[in-house]
């Protein structure tokens, strides 16, 4: 069975455009301050790198393919991309939400009359929005420009996404199904209106400092390679688990089996990369159940520097951690996720002694 490893990655955030930015912020520790952030900002995706994408395909991208494009072309500055053409690849992205355009366009027309004019909608609508809309468009448009004819794998486990994906990626690698190693693209938008207004509605939106709990959203994409040999790697994927749990939140209990499981497997960690978002009730059962298994174990949180991202949390941290200088070299890093109505996971990551991206 082969040893996986993480050899390198690319990051396009709405906090850290790339991997220099990224590096400065986990080196600056300052905490996002909710009080200059706008959740209900709009966002407008561009693409750094123009050149990845062929004139007949910039018409089709969305908003996440152009977050994991940007990521793409931030991996590319370290490594030749046409080496990952034979790479699997994994796809861990929010859906793109439905435009609504048109629909501002009818109402701007006339707004008194605008139920008489609803059906100008069907005239104004593109047909190019459908594949704009597909859950595969990072995909489509990743293999393109790695001309990667790997079928790909699109996984979707809320929150968890991005520990699914790696957890599938690093069995595929182990056993031999992906010989060639594998790339994971994943991507989120919290900005989004669906996910919003879910957290708007139990009050779990941080607009000020003096609010005790509450997530500041971000938006962001990462692209990550990993591949069965140890040269230049930035560290070995030693475990990821999962804990299937259809809850829509977390006691004590379940993290406290998840770290029992992993305390029993592996031992306790050098450090630990909590899940904690800015919800105060869910912070206290994983920071409580932490306790009882791993007491005297270093605690690091990103999303307090970052933000919460949704789809895109867990490989978020693990990059971070990759950036942080004060995670040494040989030290065994615990990295937890949760996903509502899927359940918990953590990932253990052995940090090599490369030098950091």
């Not at 994408?53 to 994991?68: F, G, I, Y």
Request: aromatic share 6%; with cysteine; hydrophobic share 40%.
């Amino acid at each position: 069975m082969n040893r996986v490893y993480f050899k390198n990655f690319g990051i396009y955030h709405q906090h850290a455009k790339n991997s220099a930015e990224l590096s400065a912020l986990v080196s600056s520790r300052i905490p996002l301050s909710a009080e200059e952030q706008d959740p209900y900002q709009t966002i407008s995706q561009e693409i750094i790198n123009k050149n990845l994408v062929s004139r007949e395909d910039r018409a089709v991208l969305n908003s996440q393919s152009k977050m994991v494009l940007n990521a793409l072309s931030d991996l590319g500055e370290r490594l030749d991309l046409a080496s990952l053409s034979e790479s699997t690849l994994y796809s861990a992205c929010d859906s793109e939400e439905h435009n609504l355009s048109i629909l501002r366009e009818v109402i701007n027309r006339d707004p008194v009359s605008f139920w008489q004019n609803i059906s100008d909608i069907k005239k104004l609508s593109n047909p190019l929005e459908m594949l704009r809309l597909l859950p595969t468009n990072p995909l489509y448009h990743v293999s393109k420009v790695l001309k990667n004819h790997s079928e790909g794998v699109p996984l979707r486990s809320a929150s968890l996404s991005g520990l699914s994906a790696l957890k599938i990626a690093c069995a595929d690698i182990a056993y031999g199904s992906a010989k060639a190693g594998a790339i994971i693209m994943n991507s989120a938008n919290m900005h989004s209106l669906d996910s919003l207004v879910m957290f708007n509605k139990f009050g779990e939106i941080k607009q000020r400092d003096s609010q005790q709990s509450g997530i500041i959203p971000s938006w962001g994409g990462v692209v990550v390679h990993l591949d069965h040999t140890p040269d230049n790697a930035l560290a070995e994927v030693l475990a990821v688990t999962m804990h299937y749990q259809p809850l829509p939140k977390f006691e004590k209990q379940p993290w406290f089996a998840l770290f029992d499981a992993a305390n029993n497997s592996h031992g306790a960690p050098d450090v630990i990369i909590s899940y904690e978002n800015g919800i105060v009730s869910q912070s206290k059962a994983e920071r409580e159940a932490l306790h009882d298994v791993f007491p005297n174990v270093q605690l690091i949180n990103y999303k307090s520097l970052i933000g919460y991202g949704g789809k895109v949390n867990n490989l978020v941290d693990i990059v971070c951690a990759l950036s942080d200088s004060r995670i040494k070299p040989g030290s065994k890093v615990l990295f937890n996720g949760a996903g509502i109505m899927h359940g918990l996971g953590c990932a253990l990551l052995r940090i090599s002694g490369e030098a950091k991206p």
